[in-house]
């Protein structure tokens, strides 16, 4: 069988290093609903800040200790994280108007300040399914509950239905039920109408003057258990089911209507309209389908109090929002039309921050690896994962695309945060000395050129101690692909610079600005004679992971140097100062295999000497050069034919050595 990601895990235990993380009750938007983080799982999809759905790889825990930042946002609510979470932000630029333009950047929980915009996704995800199929086993000792037909169509009747019931509806035993005001018999005989036609179900109809309400009751065990799978049982659990979240926004409009009539109030008065609920996950369900009408909605909670739960209001209190609502819930959805507003585009909305707030934390906090978007989404906000992960991510993929069996791969490594990484991987692994994975590497592949060998390494250990190990396994044109994790810093040891950092940069180690040129890794691995030379960045998993299939299946030494932004003590090359800086080479038309374009391309970043005032530099990503040429293996004929382990050592006599140096 081929292997896959759930064959490269380990099992025993889980990786804990991950620094940006939110507290355990933070709610975090699913596809299609929302779910506290402790109940997010490996497989489960989340919604990216693309609005679109993508699958958590890894989740992650661990206990922080230290400060804890409460964002807590205009619109929607609050999100609690550590300082160094990269969040995707808008800077406010003046203090009193909205912001003209919207330039958006990832920036860190501790860097933001009063008034700027948390950026919230649109959902994009469209699925306009024409009907639904009634799925349920028939029982032999059920006789009052009549067959139901094989599917419902889901047109306005049905929509409408599903809202009313959301709102007002209830399952008891065999029955589905509902409640309305007796100030809503329209809307209770619109019920009696739609469940004839659809269901062929009658009602008992009751009025009950003492709680002015009308009670409707339609006999089916089959349907009941139906709509409790779909609608969830009890007010409290109340939600939408997927295959009505992903409707179009033109369709939807009939949900809603039917959901405000239930639970919702308009006053014409005010120009204000609410939807109430206790539901935690229908409030972020009912905020993600006015998002997609173009309404911007402000949600309040309502604390418990006497016999009542604490409850949760979506209001609509723009006048501009508001028309919008009307037209809708007044009949007219067709009429919808979409429109511009300064806070809100088809793509997100932005959340002012009114208050940050700061206190000590001691607990578990949690963060997960979100395949290729790399970023998911809170109440208020769009927080990315750890480049760690996105680099590990993209060679567990690797590993798969290749069809290796975790037999056929090694991974060895020195001493850093990436070193880690043969720890979590399910193949043969070596964690060695900081700086000295080189050599154990090239020892196994010699021993055993059967192997993929994979050196994994950062900064620090490949670039200042490992070096001279590096620079000769590159002349010599081992058959291997060395993956370097590159955040310019050294992150294990809290801080201090390393071979990479830039020039001008200070930390907590190194408080007098660096004045020394950094190495750059790109010129390095071309200087010193590597076949393939080529950069990644942990921000782009697809581009990672295509990079690392295409080194491993090189034949000679293959260098990937990845920018992975260290969030915790690098607070200069953060994934937003990457976005905005690279570029990829197969789309500049490079040629890799021109060297001497491959140096031009490699000097225009790091920079050996200051930025002058306005400049920014270039960094390009993909393969800088790739060339074929004999290995070192190619030239030791005792491996020809087969891998020294393989090869019979009986009648191998060493008594000559042992005269020899006696």
């Known amino acids: 069988m081929p292997t896959t990601v759930k064959d490269l895990e380990i099992t025993y235990d889980k990786p804990n290093w991950c620094p940006g993380c939110v507290v355990p009750e933070t709610f975090i938007q699913t596809n299609p609903s929302s779910r506290v983080v402790t109940k997010i799982k490996e497989s489960d999809r989340v919604i990216g800040s693309d609005g679109m759905p993508h699958e958590v790889t890894k989740v992650m825990e661990h206990v922080h200790e230290g400060v804890l930042y ?28 909205h912001n003209k333009e919207w330039k958006s950047e990832w920036i860190e929980a501790g860097e933001l300040k009063t008034g700027d915009y948390l950026l919230y996704p649109v959902l994009k ?31 306005k009747a049905f929509l409408r239905l599903a809202g009313y019931y959301i709102a007002e509806g209830y399952v008891h035993r065999r029955s589905i039920n509902f409640t309305f005001h007796v100030k809503e018999e329209d809307f209770a005989d619109d019920v009696i109408t739609v469940m004839q036609d659809l269901f062929s179900l009658s009602s008992i109809k009751r009025y009950r003057k003492g709680k002015k309400t009308i009670d409707l009751s339609f006999n089916s065990s089959y349907l009941s258990e139906i709509f409790e799978t779909w609608f969830g049982k009890g007010a409290e659990q109340k939600k939408i089911p997927d295959f009505l979240m992903y409707l179009s926004k033109e369709r939807q409009t009939e949900l809603l209507k ?57 209001q609509v209190i723009d006048p501009h929002d508001f028309s919008l609502l009307q037209t809708f819930l007044n009949g007219n959805s067709d009429k919808v039309t979409d429109r511009s507003r300064s806070l809100i585009t088809k793509d997100f909305a932005f959340l002012p921050i009114k208050k940050i707030e700061t206190k000590p934390y001691r607990g578990p906090v949690h963060n997960f690896e979100v395949d290729t978007e790399n970023a998911y989404v ?26 290796l069996n975790p037999w056929e791969v090694v991974l060895v490594s020195g001493i ?7 720890y979590w991987v399910k193949t043969y692994g070596f964690n060695g000395l900081h700086g000295r ?28 101690e490992g070096g001279n190990h590096l620079m000769h396994a590159a002349r010599r044109n081992v058959d291997l692909t060395l993956l370097i994790h590159n955040n310019q810093i050294y992150g294990l040891t809290t801080g201090q610079y390393s071979p990479t950092t830039s020039i001008g940069d200070k930390n907590k180690a190194t408080p007098v600005p660096v004045t020394e ?6 010129s390095l691995g071309l200087a010193a004679g590597a076949t393939f030379v080529a950069r990644g960045f942990s921000g782009d998993n697809k581009q990672e992971t295509q990079l690392l299939v295409e080194a491993v299946k090189h034949k000679g030494f293959a260098m990937v140097d990845t920018m992975q932004p260290c969030v915790t003590f690098n607070h200069h090359n953060t994934f937003s100062w990457f976005y905005e800086r690279v570029y990829k080479l197969e789309e500049a038309g490079h040629d890799p295999k021109d060297k001497i374009q491959a140096f031009a391309r490699a000097e225009e970043w790091p920079l050996r000497r200051a930025l002058k005032e306005g400049e920014k530099e270039k960094v390009a990503t993909g393969i800088f050069y790739r060339e074929e040429r004999p290995t070192w293996e190619d030239g030791m004929p005792q491996i020809a034919t087969s891998p020294l382990v393989r090869q019979p050592i009986d009648k191998v006599d060493i008594n000559p050595l042992f005269d020899e140096l006696m």
């Not at 946002?73 to 990269?86: A, D, I, Q, R, V």
């Not at 306009?128 to 029982?139: E, N, P, Q, R």
């Not at 009549?146 to 599917?151: M, N």
């Not at 850093?416 to 043969?422: A, I, N, T």
Request: proline share 5%; glycine share 8%.
């Open 70 to 97: 409460k964002l807590v946002s205009k619109y929607f609510g609050e999100t609690s994280l550590t300082p160094e979470h990269p969040i995707l932000a808008v800077r406010r630029k003046h203090k009193k108007l």
């Open 125 to 155: 995800e469209v699925r306009d399914l024409s009907s639904v199929a009634l799925l349920y086993d028939k029982k032999t000792k059920d006789t009052r509950s009549r067959d139901l037909p094989k599917e419902v169509r889901l047109d």
């Open 258 to 314: 039917g959901m405000w009539r239930g639970d919702g109030w308009v006053s014409q008065k005010t120009h204000r309209a609410n939807y109430k609920t206790i539901s935690k996950v229908l409030c972020e369900q009912v905020k993600m389908l006015l998002l997609r009408q173009g309404i911007l909605p402000t949600i309040t909670v309502n604390k418990a109090y006497s016999i009542h739960k604490v409850s949760y209001s979506i």
């Open 378 to 403: 809170t109440e208020n906000a769009i927080l990315h994962n750890c480049g760690d992960f996105g680099i590990w991510v993209s060679l567990k993929n690797a590993i798969v695309q290749l069809e």
């Open 416 to 422: 850093g945060c990436s070193s880690k990484l043969p």
């Open 437 to 464: 994975p080189m050599p154990v590497a090239e020892g196994i592949r010699l021993a055993n050129h059967g192997l993929k060998v994979i050196v994994i390494g950062g900064d620090g250990d490949q670039y200042g």
């Open 517 to 522: 040129a950094p190495v750059n890794p790109m």
